[in-house]
C-alpha cells in the first residue's frame, strides 16, 4: 500500500452527562487499573467493580527483597500479589490504605474522603489460577480500610469461577476456565446472569432491566491526542471504543460513563508480540469480544450510560508488556527509580481520565492536538 494512504479514525467526540456520578470496572489487570483509576480521581467516581483485581500499589509489596530494584514490582506483582503462599506474605491492606492516605495528601490522587459513600463489587472465582482469592480479598480489605462502609461493599467469593468475566453467552469457556479470552459462561450456577449487570447494579442500585435490542452505537475513536508522551510507553492501542445509548444520542442527557476496563490478552486485536511483530499464526485475534458480548452495552442501554473502553496494546519492545495488560507493576515508567504507575499523573491514568473529561463535554470538543504525521495503514 502506497506511503501516503493514512486512516482517518473518528475523534472522540462529547456529550451532555450528569456530573460526577461516573464508575469503573475490570478484569484481571482492567480491576488493577480500575483500583488505580478510582483512587486517583475519586471525586468523579461514585463506584467501581473489581473483578479478579488486588488492592492499590500492591506490585510495591517487599519491593526490598528484589537483587535488582528495576526488577522489584514486576517480581513482586507475579510472585507475591497475584499468588501469595500464605497470608502472611500477601499484601497488606491497612499498610496499602496508609500509603494512598499519603498519596492523597501530598496531592498526588483525589482526598480519600471521596470515598466514603461509593459502592464496590469485588469477585473472586474459587477456581481462579491466575489471581490468588486471598489478593482478592486483600482490596475488600483495602476499601474498608479507606473508610468505605462494609454495607457498600459487595464481596462475591463462591462462584466456581476461573480467571474471567462471567457472560450468559453458551458460546464462551467453561466457569472454571482460566484461558483466554477469559470470558467464561456461568450458566445456572451463576443464575444466566451478565457479571457485568451485576457489577452496574450494585454500583447504582435503581437501573432499569438491560435493554433487549440496542437502540445506540458503537464508535471507534482515536487514542492518541489523550496520551501525554511518548506513544509507544504509554502500551496504549491506537484505538478505543465507546457504546453511547440511542437516548443520548438523540440529545438526552446521559446519566453517567462508565469505563469498562478489558484484562491481558483482552484488548482489541490482541495477539502475542513476538520480537515486536504480532505472532497471529499462534494467537488469533479476538476482535472486540470483551466490548461487544459481556452485556455492558446492553444494560447502558436502558439505562442512558455511556460506556468508555480504552484499549491496551501488547508490546515487548519499548513498553515490556507482551500480553497486552494495564499498567499496576511500572512498566510505563520503567526507568524510574520510583515507577508512577498510580496516581493522576501516570501516563495510562492521565490518558483515560482525559477520554473521560472530553466524553462529557456536553457536545464541544477540546482542543486536542492530532498527531503528526498521522498514521500509516500497514499493508
Known amino acids: 500500500m502506497p ?6 479514525v473518528p475523534s472522540l467526540i462529547g456529550y451532555s452527562v450528569e456530573a460526577n456520578r461516573h464508575s469503573v470496572s475490570g478484569l484481571s489487570s482492567g480491576a488493577f487499573m480500575a483500583v488505580q483509576l478510582h483512587l486517583a480521581h475519586s471525586a468523579s467516581f461514585v463506584g467501581a467493580g473489581i473483578i479478579a483485581g488486588g488492592p492499590y ?3 510495591e509489596t517487599f519491593r526490598e527483597a528484589a537483587i535488582f530494584a528495576g526488577d522489584a514490582c514486576a517480581l513482586t506483582a507475579l510472585y507475591i500479589a497475584m499468588a501469595p503462599l500464605t497470608p502472611a506474605v500477601a499484601p497488606k491492606p491497612r499498610q496499602l490504605a496508609a500509603a494512598a492516605r499519603d498519596v492523597a495528601k501530598a496531592g ?3 482526598p480519600i474522603a471521596h470515598l466514603a459513600d461509593d459502592r464496590i463489587y469485588v469477585f473472586t472465582g474459587t477456581q481462579d489460577k491466575v489471581l490468588s482469592p486471598i489478593a ?3 482490596t475488600r480489605d483495602f476499601y474498608e480500610a479507606l473508610g468505605v462502609p462494609e454495607a457498600n461493599i459487595l464481596f462475591v467469593d463462591d462462584v466456581p469461577a476461573g480467571h474471567s468475566i462471567i457472560t450468559s453467552n453458551p458460546e464462551d469457556l467453561p466457569l472454571g476456565a482460566n484461558r483466554p479470552p477469559y470470558l467464561n459462561y456461568g450458566g445456572a450456577d451463576f443464575g444466566n446472569r451478565m457479571q457485568s449487570h451485576d457489577v ?16 445506540g452505537q458503537l464508535l471507534r475513536f482515536d487514542q492518541r491526542p489523550f496520551v501525554d508522551g511518548d506513544f509507544a510507553q504509554s502500551s496504549m492501542n491506537p484505538y478505543g471504543y465507546v457504546y453511547v445509548p440511542g437516548g443520548v444520542l ?7 460513563v462508565h469505563i469498562a476496563l478489558h484484562g491481558c490478552k ?5 495477539v502475542t ?8 499464526q499462534s494467537q488469533p485475534p479476538y476482535g472486540n469480544r470483551f466490548i461487544t458480548t459481556t452485556g455492558y452495552n446492553s444494560i447502558a442501554d436502558s439505562n442512558d450510560i455511556i460506556v468508555l473502553y480504552p484499549q491496551a496494546i501488547g508490546s515487548d519492545l519499548g513498553a515490556q508488556n507482551p500480553e497486552g495488560c494495564w499498567d499496576w507493576w511500572g512498566y510505563t515508567d520503567a526507568g524510574s527509580a520510583q515507577p508512577d504507575y498510580y496516581t493522576q499523573n501516570a501516563i495510562q491514568i492521565r490518558a483515560i481520565h482525559h477520554m473521560l473529561m472530553q466524553v462529557c463535554s456536553g457536545g464541544e470538543e477540546r482542543a486536542i492536538r492530532m498527531p503528526t504525521p498521522a498514521a500509516k495503514v500497514m499493508s
Open 266 to 270: 483482552q484488548g482489541c486485536g490482541y
Open 108 to 110: 498526588r490522587i483525589d
Open 57 to 59: 500499589r500492591c506490585a
Open 250 to 256: 438523540q440529545g438526552r442527557k446521559a446519566r453517567a
Open 273 to 280: 508480540a513476538t520480537y515486536g511483530r504480532p505472532d497471529t
Open 136 to 138: 482478592v480479598r486483600g
Open 3 to 8: 506511503d501516503d494512504v493514512r486512516i482517518q
Open 200 to 215: 452496574l447494579n450494585h454500583i447504582y442500585p435503581d437501573l432499569q432491566p438491560p435493554a433487549e435490542q440496542l437502540s
